[in-house]
């Protein structure tokens, strides 16, 4: 069974803002076009609900997703020890590569969000983009 995809942010700067968009276009090997990380090794940043809802619980405080700082928040899916595994977003491919390991921006955030990022990959996955394609709030999410 799949999940959905909940919300999408866009980073236009390297410590800027992150900005909420309803759709996206993804262009194969760079990522999310207009994020200020494309190309390279971490394209697109994802974070799944459930993880999220576990942050949220240890912080004891109402929190944002926006907060993480990743570009897609999906449900219905668990991220964690996925290496490796493509995972699709409507039309679009995403090969997860990797945890994303939490940095000291997430204390500023909120104090102590980073040592509550920190165990068993609640910090969210980096992946990169397999295919040239737009996805928007709301498309279906699901393990290839």
Avoid: Y
Avoid at 39 to 61: F, K, N, S
Avoid at 93 to 117: F, K, N, S, W, Y
Wanted: hydrophobic share 45%; charged share 25%.
């Amino acid at each position: 069974m799949g999940g959905r995809l909940e919300s999408i942010w866009v980073k236009r700067t390297r410590r800027g803002p992150m900005d909420e968009a309803a759709r996206v276009e993804l262009q194969a090997g760079l990522g999310i076009v207009g994020n200020a990380d494309q190309g390279g090794w971490r394209q697109v940043t994802l974070l799944d609900t459930a993880t999220w809802d576990e942050v949220v619980e240890a912080m004891a405080i109402p929190l944002d997703a926006s907060l993480r700082r990743a570009n897609l928040l999906v449900s219905g899916v668990r991220l964690a020890h996925t290496r490796g595994v493509v995972l699709r977003i409507g039309e679009c491919r995403l090969r997860i590569r990797g945890e994303t390991r939490p940095c000291a921006l997430m204390d500023e955030a909120a104090p102590g969000l980073q040592a509550a990022l920190a165990p068993g990959w609640r910090g969210g996955v980096f992946a990169q983009a397999l295919d040239d394609g737009a996805i928007t709030v709301g498309d279906p999410v699901d393990w290839t």
